[in-house]
């Protein structure tokens, strides 16, 4: 197999046979004409299949190393095509810092239809152990989790949850495959917002779902052309466009948030900074072993309350005030009051003065300069 940045740049995507265009035409049709009665030659709707589509989820797939890859409209719509494939009665266990959509998804939608989650911390594997019950279908796991950065071992979970006849399940969105690959490490089915790193331009909203396990994808893609969620030609192709720089994207991420976690940790306003890449951090061992790097988001709490933390992100010049991550300009936000409203009054609920920084790819020292004016006001 060749290497990650080749394959983003070349999996899926050949010059046009027919005019030698580098770039391969952005099929923008919503149906085929066909060669007779019922004979398409690549498909009969878009909805069912789109070249542009199609290039996209072969270049994700390789990179994730999986057998099959399903493009969706956006994160949560992979994550509900996943979900429906459980049945009334079925039990889920979600670690307890999981995006605030998830655990909303969960709760307020297939909770409604008779699912029943169980939120636990999973760096215990004892708490995840007694966890599992005998309806348990999935485990719901983000490593590095969202906003806290918590880190857990693919591996293990993946014993335990083979052992009680369920799934795992990796969001993989903070890592991407350039720096962690589940399947590799004994997930059996990786989701993605690729809104984040995989776009990687703030423009356009996405999702993606891998699995090797070839009746699950066939399920996958029966729900994806039955239910519709699918992203037009037009998103695909900017998601091509994005992934092709993913990985020099992905070092510079790490590179400048190493630098911004060096700089929070002594600094005298930083109660506590949370970064996988510090060495100090409980999951730093686990993530040096199964990540080739540590990623773009770093968080942060305040001496100060949430008074002091929002005043923070209302004063930053260069680190934009904004909800999403993983593009190349930094964010800044209250996860409390932001991404993870959703959460409040849950055991998901993140710490009020926490504060949750997407890393960009500016100049190192402006990002630095900008987080020392906005915490010294
Ligand atoms: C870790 C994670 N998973 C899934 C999602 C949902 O993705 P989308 O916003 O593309 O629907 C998000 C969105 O912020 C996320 O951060």
Redesign the pocket.
């Known amino acids: 197999m060749s290497g990650f940045n080749t394959r983003a740049i070349h999996a899926g995507s050949e010059p046009d046979p027919v005019t030698g265009a580098v770039n391969p035409p952005v099929y923008l049709t919503s149906t085929y004409a066909q060669d007779a009665v019922g004979v398409a030659r690549f498909s009969d709707y878009s909805r069912t299949n789109n070249p542009t589509r199609a290039a996209l989820e072969t270049c994700l797939a390789e990179l994730e190393e999986a057998r099959h890859g399903l493009a969706f409209a956006?994160?949560?719509a992979g994550?509900d095509a996943l979900l429906r494939t459980l049945s009334p009665g079925d039990h889920v266990i979600l670690g307890n810092d999981a995006?605030g959509?998830?655990y909303r998804l969960l709760t307020r939608i297939f909770g409604d239809w008779g699912v029943n989650v169980s939120c636990v911390d999973l760096s215990d594997v004892d708490a995840v152990e007694s966890a599992f019950t005998a309806t348990t279908k999935m485990l719901w796991v983000?490593t590095p989790s969202?906003p806290l950065l918590n880190v857990v071992s693919i591996a293990t979970l993946s014993a335990a949850t083979r052992e009680h006849g369920a799934r795992l399940v990796v969001?993989n969105?903070?890592a991407t495959p350039y720096l962690q690959r589940p399947l590799t490490l004994g997930a059996d089915v990786v989701v993605h917002?690729t809104?984040?790193y995989v776009g990687g331009h703030s423009d356009v909203?996405?999702?993606f779902v891998a699995t090797n396990d070839d009746e699950l994808a066939t399920r996958l893609r029966f729900h994806q052309f039955a239910i519709g969620a699918v992203p037009g030609p037009l998103d695909c192709y900017l998601l091509l466009r994005g992934v092709k720089t993913l990985g020099v994207r992905m070092d510079r991420h790490c590179s400048n948030a190493r630098a911004v976690a060096g700089f929070l940790s002594d600094h005298p306003a930083i109660k506590k900074v949370y970064y996988p890449g510090l060495i100090d951090h409980p999951g730093h061992d686990v993530a040096a072993a199964q990540m080739s790097d540590f990623g773009g988001m770093v968080s942060f709490t305040l001496k100060g309350g949430v008074d002091v933390a929002r005043k923070v992100c209302e004063s930053t010049s260069i680190f934009i005030l904004a909800e999403?991550?993983g593009g190349v300009e930094s964010l800044i936000e209250l996860p409390s009051e932001m991404?993870h409203l959703s959460t409040a009054g849950s055991l998901l609920e993140p710490p009020a003065n926490l504060v949750r920084l997407s890393v960009g790819i500016e100049d190192v020292d402006d990002l630095l300069a900008d987080l020392d004016r906005a915490l010294a006001l």
């Open positions: 956006s994160g949560m994550e995006y959509g998830t983000e969202n969001d969105t903070f917002s809104t984040k909203i996405g999702g999403s991550l991404t």
